[in-house]
């Protein structure tokens, strides 16, 4: 079978999982995300929920994403010719499991470019998180829970978010649902 063909099919079926789950893996089945979460775990004077550059930094992941993953492909494809992408090596990587003890999926939230690319489609994914009305508070229980420093009642499928279900089990009014939205009604 020709190369290119397994790439592009290859392409596609990344392409549909997204569409299918948006950032699901992230939050349910990413080993790194798991190693993140055991590392955070570990006892440390400070832990850091949120700083001055924290959402200018969550933009790098973006750029890793075209730099190490879009324009290579192009390349492969033979779209761009002579590029060559960088890899981070051990050193980054190491500061990463670092500082993951004292702020939540630091991985995740700057660098990870599966979680770009992924992020991209959790607004028209078809596996979906959504606020009952009537049932929540704004306690902010969700808020405090959630790895990704988002507001989950009022960002239900923002690009952040990482469908972990954290924001479900904290929630005391069982205000937060998530699930495949149907064909027929578009609701979940």
Same mark, same amino acid.
Request: with cysteine; hydrophobic share 45%.
């Given at each position: 079978?020709?190369?290119?063909?397994?790439?592009?099919?290859? $392409? !596609?079926?990344?392409?549909?999982?997204?569409?299918?789950?948006?950032?699901?893996?992230?939050?349910?089945? !990413?080993?790194?995300?798991?190693?993140? @979460?055991? $590392?955070?775990?570990?006892?440390?004077?400070?832990?850091?929920?949120? /700083?001055?550059? @924290?959402?200018?930094?969550? /933009?790098?992941?973006?750029?890793?994403?075209?730099?190490?993953?879009?324009?290579?492909?192009?390349?492969?494809?033979?779209?761009?010719?002579?590029?060559?992408?960088?890899?981070?090596?051990?050193?980054?990587?190491?500061? $990463?499991?670092?500082?993951?003890?004292?702020?939540?999926?630091?991985?995740?939230?700057?660098?990870?470019?599966?979680?770009?690319?992924?992020?991209?489609?959790?607004?028209?994914?078809?596996?979906?998180?959504?606020? $009952?009305?009537?049932?929540?508070?704004?306690?902010?229980?969700?808020?405090?829970?959630?790895?990704?420093?988002?507001?989950?009642?009022?960002?239900?499928?923002?690009?952040?978010?990482?469908?972990?279900?954290?924001?479900?089990?904290?929630?005391?009014?069982?205000?937060?649902?998530?699930? /495949?939205?149907?064909?027929?009604?578009?609701?979940?």
């Amino acid at each position: 079978m020709n190369t290119e063909i397994v790439k592009y099919i290859g $392409l !596609c079926a990344i392409v549909v999982w997204f569409i299918i789950t948006g950032r699901l893996f992230c939050g349910k089945a !990413c080993p790194l995300g798991f190693i993140q @979460d055991l $590392l955070f775990k570990i006892p440390f004077w400070v832990k850091v929920q949120t /700083f001055a550059f @924290d959402k200018p930094l969550r /933009f790098f992941k973006y750029v890793h994403l075209l730099y190490n993953f879009v324009l290579p492909s192009l390349a492969v494809f033979g779209i761009l010719k002579g590029f060559e992408a960088y890899e981070a090596g051990a050193p980054v990587y190491i500061v $990463l499991a670092l500082i993951a003890v004292v702020i939540h999926r630091p991985f995740c939230k700057y660098a990870c470019a599966i979680g770009a690319a992924s992020s991209l489609f959790n607004k028209i994914s078809w596996y979906r998180y959504k606020t $009952l009305e009537g049932h929540c508070v704004e306690c902010g229980l969700c808020t405090k829970k959630c790895p990704m420093n988002i507001v989950p009642y009022t960002m239900n499928n923002a690009p952040e978010c990482i469908r972990c279900g954290m924001c479900k089990k904290t929630c005391r009014k069982n205000a937060l649902v998530s699930g /495949f939205k149907t064909a027929k009604t578009g609701q979940l």
